[in-house]
C-alpha cells in the first residue's frame, strides 16, 4: 500500500445508490436485478449506497446519541472500558489507538468495538478462538440496549446483503448461507475530532486502508470526511452522506473469493468539516471455520488463483495483526 499522490476530489460520489427493497421480493426476478446492481457496483469500486434496507431511524439515533454520551465523558473513565483489558479485542480505543495507513501518522478517532456477546466458559472463548468473549459495557444508560438491538438488525441485513451478492455473481441465493451461519461481526463506534487546521500533512481520521472481512455497512452522520479511492481517474472521491442509506462495501476476503474481479477499495477519512464527526461501521466477516477460497465461477480457463483457501479466522488474524503491530 502507498500514499497516493496527486490527490483530486470529484464533486459528487459518482457511487451508485441501490435500492435493495427487492431483495425481500417474492419474485425471484426482482431479486436478480438487485444482483445485476450489485455486480456493476462490485466490479467497478465495490462501493455502494443502499437504500430501503429497514433498519428504523429510531435504533439508529439511539446508537448515536448513546455512543456521543459515552465519547464525552472523560478519558479515565473511558479507559474504565479500555480495550487493552479485553482479549476478545472490545471496548475503548483511544485516539491514535490504530494506524490503518502504515507510512502516515496514527489516526485521529477513538471507538469503541462491539461484538457477539459470549460468556468467558464458552467453549469457543476457552479455545482461544479469534476475537471471541464478552463485550465490556460502559455504564451510559441505554448504551447496550442501543448496541444490543442495532447488532441483531445488522447481521439480518448483512445475511441479506450477501444473498444479493450471491446473485450478482450468478450463484443459488443461498450460496453464502454457510458462511452466514453464526458469524464474526464486529459493530465499530468511531468519533473524529475536527481536523486540526495546522495537522501534520499525512495526519488523518482514518488512514487508507482496504476492509479486512466480507462486507461493511456504514452509518455516517451528515458531516461527511469519508473519501473512496478512484483508480481509474487516481483520484479521492468523496462518498457524501446520503440521509436514508448505508455506504456497503466490499473487504479482503470478497477479492479472495473473486479472484480480485471485485474489489476491496482503499478509502479513508479526514473530517474537515470543523465539526465532531460520528459514525458507525458494522463488519461482517462470516463464520470463524469457514472456508475462503476462489470461487470456480471466479476462474478463467487457464488463470489461476492469486490467493491460497484459508479461514475466515485466519484470515482475520492476519489482517489485525498488520494495523496493531
Ligand atoms: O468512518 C468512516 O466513515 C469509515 C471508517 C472505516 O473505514 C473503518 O473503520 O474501516
Ligand atoms: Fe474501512
Known amino acids: ?116 456477546e459470549l460468556a468467558e466458559d464458552d467453549p469457543r472463548v476457552l479455545a482461544g478462538k479469534f476475537n471471541h468473549g464478552p463485550n465490556q459495557w460502559p455504564d451510559v444508560p441505554g448504551f447496550r440496549t442501543a448496541m444490543e438491538d442495532y447488532y441483531a438488525a445488522m447481521l439480518e441485513l448483512s445475511a441479506l446483503i450477501m444473498q444479493g451478492l450471491a446473485l450478482s455473481l450468478e450463484l443459488p441465493e443461498d450460496y453464502f448461507a454457510d ?14 475530532p475536527p481536523q486540526p487546521a495546522q495537522a501534520a500533512t499525512d495526519e488523518k481520521g482514518c488512514g487508507a486502508h482496504t476492509d479486512f472481512g466480507g462486507i461493511t455497512l456504514l452509518l455516517q452522520d451528515e458531516n461527511g470526511g469519508l473519501q473512496v479511492w478512484d483508480q481509474r481517474h487516481e483520484q479521492w472521491l468523496q462518498a457524501t452522506p446520503i440521509p436514508g442509506t448505508y455506504v456497503v462495501n466490499l473487504g479482503d476476503m470478497i477479492a479472495r473469493w473473486t479472484n480480485n474481479r471485485y474489489r476491496s477499495t482503499l478509502h479513508r477519512v479526514i473530517n474537515t468539516s470543523g465539526r465532531e464527526r460520528y459514525s458507525v461501521p458494522f463488519f461482517y466477516s ?30 482475520m488474524r492476519d489482517r489485525y495483526r498488520l494495523t496493531y503491530a
Not at 446508537?63 to 459515552?70: H, I, M
Not at 487493552?84 to 495507513?101: H, K, V
Not at 458462511?179 to 473524529?192: E, G, N, T
Not at 476462489?294 to 490467493?307: D, K, Q, R, T, V
Open 1 to 116: 500500500m502507498t500514499t497516493t499522490p496527486h490527490a483530486q476530489y470529484a464533486d459528487q460520489a459518482a457511487l451508485p445508490v441501490i435500492d435493495i427493497s427487492r431483495l425481500r421480493a417474492p419474485d425471484p426476478w426482482a431479486r436478480r436485478t438487485v444482483g445485476e446492481a450489485m455486480r456493476a457496483a462490485c466490479l467497478d469500486k465495490g462501493f455502494f449506497y443502499i437504500a430501503n434496507h429497514g433498519i428504523p431511524d429510531t435504533l439508529q439515533k439511539a446508537v448515536f446519541d448513546t455512543a456521543q454520551s459515552f465519547f464525552e465523558q472523560p478519558l479515565a473513565i473511558k479507559l474504565a472500558v479500555d480495550k487493552a483489558r479485553s482479549r476478545a479485542n472490545r471496548g475503548y480505543e483511544p485516539l491514535r489507538g490504530q494506524t490503518l495507513e502504515p507510512s502516515a501518522a496514527p489516526d485521529l478517532k477513538e471507538g469503541f468495538y462491539i461484538g457477539k
Open 179 to 192: 458462511f452466514c451461519h453464526d458469524p464474526l461481526a464486529i459493530l465499530r463506534l468511531l468519533h473524529y
Open 286 to 315: 462470516g463464520a470463524p471455520d469457514h472456508l475462503v477460497e476462489c470461487i470456480p465461477n471466479c476462474l478463467a480457463p487457464g488463470e489461476s488463483a492469486h490467493y491460497p483457501p484459508t479461514t475466515v479466522e485466519q484470515h
